[in-house]
RNA sequence: GGCGGCGUACCCAAGCGGCAAGGGGGAGGUCUGCAAAACCUUUAUGCGCCGGUUCAAAUCCGGCCGCCGCCUCCA
């Protein structure tokens, strides 16, 4: 399978990977808030973690991956308000559809999904180790971690305390020692959901349960911490610095962060009001026009997102189902009747090279783009032979392997896993051309009686009518195909 | 102000020291009743600009221009 190497935020450099425990891969990624829709930012998120840990999986690693649920928030408690029910009937119901958004996606379920509020005992006894050790203080309005008392503040983000007073936003918050400092546990207001604690009622900060969730799910020191590039400061700062100070370990050894979606190059975000929500995407797009197009830029770069971008995705999906459809049909017709040719043997040896290219193009970093355009080689050379008509003894089989291996690597990426037909249909779905695929159907044998006769004229407006509908139909020996024009 | 990143063809996008991947689009061709699909040819002597290092630079170094992110909640 060849070195693995992943870009490290902490290094700033691409470094061979090594897991912490023989073939054991431990990693943690920041999930959401369930306080809204997720929108195509967060699927971003979703996306790039789910392959690499697909990727992970298919390197034969023994990955335990979990991804937490943030269930109490500020902006829960808000938005409960707004909405006249409770915070926990608001996460539950984001949660649901938090659910259906990523099923649609094909991104696979964690192997754990711990919520922040099933983990509260965890934080309480992790602030008072916290507290005991020094390195957080009370006020009247909670309990706060001191991050001038931990040496390393600032090692993930590169940036020094000093260097950061001077260009802080926010107004002094006169009841810290340092406007850095971030709450641990924040004691409740009249009417909002608390915990008992030695701090009297509140709920968590923001950033312990990360810290007491990885370490309650996968120790001390785990392999990969990932989430998106926002997280790195102060986010992954803050989890470092208390999981540090709490277990005197090292927290992660790998941080991987993914960039951002932006909107007229800028990013794309809910308090901009520059977001698509992955729902309203995906009622005009196949979710792997989505998925493929999300992953078609490597995970760390910015992607402009439009419609008119994944419009041009939907052309390269076709191309690989179009490619599968005409294998099927070749395999089904195969009759053998010729020696081995040396185009087999070119073939043989193309095909034989695909999945040590995708590989080395996913140890690179998993570098995603290039592993599609190694199917899409794959895609061109298969189609090649097959237009030089092979039927050899070895032929078939020589099909059916590369067939096999490229959809084992595409699994990696979960895109093209549909058949042909499924295809076909959601693309019906998705572009809504205003006619059925029974009336299709109905028109094209309709066509087939008119060719039958050499009706050239009548056959040709039935295809040209279909066409302004954005159908096209592809005449082969043993019948006519329909397509969505894409 | 501090820190980080980006600028590759008409569009999207890999490459990060050794002849500029891949997808879309355009042009021409093969195939076809005509098409479509597929395939072939073609489409950047060029990688924001200017210098430098090197036998060799899109890739390394320096300067400049433009854009973005983080420093506040954020995937």
């Known amino acids: 399978m060849g070195l693995l190497r992943i870009y490290n935020t902490m290094s700033g450099k691409k470094e061979e990977f090594i897991p912490l425990e023989n073939n054991r891969v431990r990693m943690y990624v920041c999930g959401v808030t369930v306080y809204d829709l997720c929108h195509v930012g967060h699927a971003r998120s979703a996306v790039v973690f789910d392959s690499i840990s697909r990727y992970l999986r298919f390197r034969n690693y023994d990955v335990t991956f979990v991804k937490n649920f943030t ?4 902006k829960i408690i808000n938005r409960a308000a707004e909405e006249g029910r409770s915070w926990d009937e608001v996460a539950k119901h984001y949660t649901d559809e938090y659910y259906e958004d990523m099923t649609r996606l094909g991104v696979a379920t964690p192997d754990k999904e711990p919520r922040a509020t099933a983990h509260i005992a965890g934080m309480i006894d992790m602030i008072g180790k916290l507290m005991d050790a020094g390195y957080a203080y009370e006020t009247e309005d909670g309990v706060y971690y001191e991050v001038g008392k931990f040496d390393g503040y600032g090692m993930l983000s590169k940036r020094d305390l000093d260097s950061m007073e001077a260009g802080a936003r926010v107004e002094i918050d006169l009841k810290k020692r340092s406007h850095f400092d971030f709450a641990l546990w924040k004691r409740s207001k009249e009417g909002e959901p608390w915990w008992d604690s030695p701090w009297g009622n509140g709920r968590p900060g923001w950033h312990i349960e990360c810290s007491v969730m990885s370490l309650a799910h996968l120790g001390e020191t785990f392999d990969i911490h990932g989430g998106g590039a926002d997280l790195i400061f102060p986010h992954h700062e803050n989890e470092i610095a208390q999981s540090c100070a709490a277990t005197g370990k090292t927290f992660a050894k790998y941080w991987i962060h993914n960039g951002f979606i932006t909107i007229d190059k800028e990013k794309m975000s809910k308090s901009l009001g520059n977001f698509f929500t992955i729902r309203d995407i995906l009622k005009e797009f196949d979710p792997e026009v989505l998925r493929l197009f999300l992953l078609s830029t490597h995970y760390r770069s910015p992607i402009e997102f439009s419609r008119e971008s994944l419009r041009q995705t939907e052309p390269s999906l076709d191309r690989v189902y179009a490619t599968v459809l005409r294998t099927d049909d070749f395999l089904k017709a195969f009759k053998e009747n010729l020696a081995p040719s040396k185009d087999d043997a070119d073939f043989g040896i193309i095909a034989a090279s695909f999945k040590d290219k995708f590989i080395e193009a996913m ?111 592809e005449d082969k020996e043993d019948g006519t195909r329909w397509k969505v024009k894409v």
Do not use: M
């Not at 269930?71 to 500020?74: A, E, F, L, V």
């Open 363 to 473: 140890n690179d970093d998993f570098n995603t783009a290039a592993a599609v355009a190694t199917i899409f080689d794959t895609i061109r050379e298969l189609n090649r032979y097959l237009d030089k008509k092979p039927s050899s003894q070895e032929s078939k089989a020589l099909v059916e392997k590369t067939i096999a291996d490229i959809k084992e690597c595409a699994g990696v990426l979960n895109i093209f896993t549909k058949t042909p037909q499924d295809w076909y249909l959601s693309l019906l779905e998705a572009h809504k051309p205003g006619i059925t695929a029974s009336d299709i159907e109905a028109l094209i044998e309709k066509r087939r009686q008119a060719r039958q006769l050499k009706d050239w004229k009548l056959a040709d407006e039935i295809r040209k009518s279909l066409d302004s509908k954005g159908i096209a139909l």
């Open 71 to 74: 269930d109490i928030d500020d």
